[in-house]
C-alpha cells in the first residue's frame, strides 16, 4: 500500500489520503421512484400500442385486401438472398471486431495518432472546399476550425502515451472478459424490439390524428388538415429516449462492475463467463437500476424537447425556437458528460444517481484531473475502428453480390445496394463493442484516479506503464 502514497506527494500535489475512497454501499434499490416511472413508460407505451397501433395495422391489411389483382406485387422471396448477404455481412462483422480488439492492444498508439492525423487532414478538405466555392464566410469558418484541430493536436499529442496505456488497459478488460460484449448485443435486441413496439404505438397515435383525413380532398380545407397530438407525440419522444438511454447505460454500468472486480479482485474476472459479468450486470438490473433510469430521464427529457424543437423550426423559423434548440442542446451535452462518470461510480461501487456524480467529481478536482478527463484521444481511435470494420464488411458484401444472383432484383444499383447493407451491419456490430471499449476506459481513468495501489498490486505490468506515461505527460499532478 506504500505505492499509493508515494503518488501523492510529487512537488506538493494533493495526496490521496485528502478525498474520501468510493466504498462498496449496501446492497439496497436506489433511486426507486425511477425505476418504478420506467417500468410504467413500458406499460403505458404497451397498451397504447395494443389500443390503436394494432387496429391501426390491422385495418391497412385489410383495406390492402381488395387492392387490383392486375397491379404487381411485392415478390418477398427475391429479397431472401438480401437476408442471406445481411446475415454473413453480420458474421462477419463480429469476427472483424474481435480481430480489430486484438489489433488495436498492439498498435494503440499509433491509432491514436493515426485519428489526430485525419481530423487535421479532413478540416484541411473543408478549407480546401472552401477555397473552391468561393465563398468568404466558408473560408473562415474552415480556417478556424482547422487551426483550432492543430491547436488541440499539438496540445494533446505528449498525452498520447497516457491515452494508450488507458486504452490498452480497457481493452485488457474486454478481451478477459468478454462475456460483457454478448450481454452488449444482447441488449442490441431488445433495443431493435422496443423500437418496434414504439413504432407500432406511433402509429396508432397518428391513425387517431390523422387517420380520418381525406387524401383526396382540397389541400386548402382547413377542416381536412393533420394535427398530431402534441403532448401524445411528446410522450413518445420522451418515451423513446428514455427507454433507449436505459439500455445503453445498464451496459455501461455493468462494464464498470466488470472493470472493478478485475482491478481489486482479478481472479473473479479473468474468463468470458466469469462472476464478475453475471453479478455486475444483476446489480445494473435490479438494485442500481433505479440510479441508472434517474440520469437517463434526465437526458431523455432533454432529448425530446431538443426534438419538439426541431419540429417547431419547421414551421417557425424565429430566432427564439433557434436559441432554445442551441441551450437544449448544451443541456444534454452537459448531462451526458456528468453521467458518463456518474455511471462508472454506480457500477464500482453501487452508489445512487446523485452521490454518485458528486463523488466522482470531487476525485477528479482533488486529484487535479478536471483538465485531463476533457481529453478525448480515444473516442476517435473508435469511431476509426468501426469505419474500417464497416468498410471492410461492405467490401465483403460486394463480393458476396458478385458471386452469385442474390441482388439482381436491385438491377444497376446493386453493388451499392450490396456495400451499404454490409457497411451499415459492419458499423454498428462494431460501434456495440466498442461502446464496451469506451466504458472500460472510463473506468479505468476513474479506477487510476481513485485506487493505484490495487492496479500496481494486482497487474504491475500495465500499471507501470500507465503509472510513466502518466508521469511524463503530466509531471506534478499525480
Known amino acids: 500500500m506504500g505505492y499509493d502514497s508515494e503518488f501523492g506527494t510529487n512537488s506538493g500535489v494533493i495526496s490521496s489520503t485528502e478525498f474520501t475512497k468510493g466504498e462498496k454501499q449496501p446492497n439496497n434499490f436506489k433511486d426507486i421512484w425511477a425505476g418504478g416511472l420506467f417500468y410504467l413508460n413500458l406499460i403505458a407505451v404497451i397498451v397504447v400500442g395494443v389500443t390503436y397501433g394494432l387496429p391501426a395495422f390491422s385495418d391497412g391489411l385489410s383495406s390492402g385486401d381488395g387492392s387490383d389483382a392486375s397491379e404487381p406485387s411485392v415478390n418477398v422471396s427475391a429479397y431472401t438472398g438480401v437476408i442471406y448477404a445481411a446475415v454473413i455481412s453480420g458474421v462477419c462483422a463480429l469476427f472483424l471486431s474481435g480481430v480489430m480488439l486484438m489489433i488495436m492492444i498492439r498498435i494503440a498508439e499509433t491509432l491514436i495518432k493515426t485519428s489526430l492525423i485525419i481530423s487535421i487532414i479532413f478540416a484541411t478538405l473543408y478549407v480546401v472546399a472552401a477555397v473552391i466555392s468561393q465563398q468568404i464566410f466558408l473560408m473562415i469558418i474552415s480556417a478556424v476550425i482547422l487551426f483550432c484541430t492543430c491547436c488541440y493536436a499539438k496540445m494533446v499529442w505528449p498525452r498520447i502515451p497516457f491515452a494508450t496505456a488507458n486504452l490498452v488497459t480497457g481493452l485488457t478488460i474486454v478481451r478477459t472478459n468478454c462475456g460483457v460484449s454478448l450481454a452488449a448485443y444482447i441488449f442490441s435486441f431488445f433495443s431493435f424490439g422496443w423500437g418496434m413496439i414504439w413504432t407500432v404505438a406511433l402509429t396508432g397515435v397518428y391513425d387517431q390524428s390523422c387517420g380520418n383525413i381525406d387524401a383526396n380532398a382540397d389541400p386548402s380545407d382547413e377542416t381536412n388538415q393533420c394535427e398530431l397530438n402534441q403532448p401524445a407525440m411528446f410522450g413518445l419522444l420522451l418515451s423513446f429516449y428514455f427507454t433507449a438511454e436505459v439500455i445503453k447505460n445498464v451496459v455501461h454500468v455493468t462494464v464498470a462492475g466488470v472493470a472493478g472486480t478485475w482491478w481489486f479482485s482479478p481472479d473473479e474476472a479473468n474468463s468470458c463467463c466469469s462472476s464478475a459479468i453475471t453479478s455486475s450486470l444483476c446489480r445494473a438490473s435490479t438494485t442500481s437500476f433505479g440510479s441508472i433510469c434517474f440520469g437517463s430521464l434526465l437526458v431523455a427529457i432533454i432529448q425530446a424537447l431538443k426534438q419538439m424543437a426541431h419540429q417547431a423550426r419547421q414551421t417557425d423559423s424565429g430566432i427564439a425556437v433557434c436559441i432554445a434548440e442551441c441551450i437544449l442542446d448544451c443541456l444534454q451535452s452537459i448531462i451526458e458528460y456528468f453521467n458518463k462518470w456518474a455511471f462508472v461510480y454506480v457500477g464500482l461501487y453501487g452508489y445512487g444517481y446523485c452521490e454518485a456524480g458528486k463523488n466522482v467529481m470531487t476525485l477528479f478536482k482533488n486529484k487535479g484531473w478536471d483538465v485531463i478527463i476533457a ?36 438491377e444497376e444499383v446493386a453493388t451499392w445496394i450490396a456495400f451499404i447493407i454490409g457497411a451499415v451491419i459492419g458499423l454498428v456490430v462494431c460501434f456495440i463493442l466498442m461502446g464496451t471499449v469506451s466504458s472500460s476506459v472510463n473506468s479505468v481513468i476513474v479506477l487510476f484516479a481513485e485506487a493505484p495501489s490495487e492496479f500496481q498490486e494486482n497487474h504491475p505490468e500495465l500499471s507501470n506503464k500507465m503509472r510513466a506515461a502518466y508521469l511524463a505527460a503530466h509531471p506534478g499532478i499525480l
Request: aromatic residues 12%; proline residues 0%.
Open 375 to 410: 481529453d478525448d484521444l480515444i473516442g476517435g481511435v473508435l469511431v476509426l475502428v468501426s469505419i474500417v470494420v464497416g468498410g471492410l464488411t461492405g467490401g465483403i458484401a460486394v463480393f458476396i453480390e458478385s458471386q452469385n444472383d442474390w441482388f439482381d432484383n436491385f
